[in-house]
């Protein structure tokens, strides 16, 4: 089965793929197109190309586990994306995802900060958004399947 890991957001939404064979999840290029029809046309090709079978979208619990706002916000983007791509969306807990992608991208530098230009276009390029969707979509398949 071939899955895809979405971590929504308003101005960017990070993706990840993982193919149930192998159990791994992977970034890949975020939808940071600047409206949210081309983000979605981002997540079509994404769906198509990847032979993509189900969705897993990052659920944000609030840190004691009830929902807020936000959670109503991914719960109106989980329906849209069921409304047209017509496949089964799970949901993940993305508590703390975010964080620890940009623990672990520094990690990766060597503890190397960054600049706040290079921070920024790091931002913008939804990399930080995909790899925490990798991390969340990794949990899943260890725990779901």
Known sequence: M???GIDYGHKRIGLSYADTELGVA???PAAVEPDFES?????????KRRRIDMLVVGYPFNMDGTLGQKAREVDNFIEEL???FKLPVERADE???SYQAESDMLAFSGGKRKTLSERKKERLSGEIDSRASA???QEYLDTQM
């Open 26 to 28: 992977v970034p890949i």
């Open 135 to 137: 991390l969340f979509l």
């Open 95 to 97: 508590r703390l995802s």
């Open 82 to 84: 069921i409304r047209r």
């Open 39 to 47: 983000r979605m046309g981002h997540i079509a090709v994404e769906i």
């Open 2 to 4: 071939n899955i895809l």
